[in-house]
């Protein structure tokens, strides 16, 4: 079936330093991929996108790689910064044949702790 | 954020009661949809909304509802709560199907 998952529940680095979490994905069809960061008490909050004709998308601090070799998705936060704290969730969005309702699977979720 | 307002924030209910959450959006958006979470099941689609009067079935929609009657306002109803329904609901807004949802705050709804 279809799954979008993470390979690390949480991860926990210094600030200042460069995070990278990453997601696998499991449907080869899907086209477009979505990063959100989630704080307590709050709704995901959109980070930055990529669609399946990159391989790499660059935004404030963040960049985001797309792997389709290997159904891999990471997201890259340079100079980690406490505010980073949250749960970050991978989202994807199959195509089925030619309808698109923008439908988008969602990852477990990875928990990033910045120690000062 | 993204004039995405849900009411109400909390409710506590009891099991086989009505409930109705309401998603109001000032984007002008034509996709809308509502998701719940829970632990160890992410985000999960229930129901979503691709213009007025249209709607159709996430993964999750047994036992829900949704009617959406003007472009800024879609509706979650539980028609008969249950304990399993206990969540934290989001709705969310886009413009196109291939443009990031956004979400709103969310409802943290408990049936007991």
């Known amino acids: 079936g279809e799954s979008v998952g993470l390979h690390l529940p949480t991860l926990s680095v210094q600030e200042g330093d460069n995070s990278i979490i990453n997601c696998a994905y499991s449907?080869?069809?899907?086209?477009?991929f979505i990063w959100y960061k989630q704080e307590s008490g709050k709704g995901p909050q959109f980070i930055i996108d990529?669609?399946?004709?990159?391989d790499k998308r660059q935004g404030q601090r963040v960049t985001v790689l797309l792997n389709k070799t290997v159904k891999h998705l990471s997201l890259q936060i340079a100079a980690t910064q406490p505010g980073d704290s949250a749960v970050y969730f991978c989202?994807?969005?199959?195509?089925?044949?030619?309808?698109?309702?923008?439908?988008?699977?969602f990852g477990q979720g990875t928990t990033l702790q910045v120690k000062p | 954020d993204a004039g995405i307002t849900q009411s109400p924030r909390h409710k506590v209910t009891e099991t086989g009661t009505p409930v109705t959450l309401r998603c109001h959006q000032t984007e002008n958006h034509r996709y809308m949809y509502w998701y719940r979470q829970d632990p160890g099941h992410g985000l999960r689609l229930i129901h979503y909304s691709y213009g007025v009067k249209d709607t159709d079935k996430g993964e999750v929609s047994d036992g829900y509802s949704v009617s959406r009657s003007k472009t800024e306002d879609f509706l979650l109803t539980l028609e008969s709560a249950t304990s399993s329904q206990t969540s934290v609901y989001f709705c969310a807004i886009s413009t196109m199907v291939d443009q990031p949802q956004h979400f709103g705050d969310g409802t943290r709804l408990s049936i007991l």
């Open positions: 990529i669609r399946s004709n990159m």
């Open positions: 989202a994807e969005r199959p195509v089925h044949g030619s309808s698109n309702t923008g439908k988008l699977i």
């Open positions: 449907n080869s069809a899907s086209d477009y």
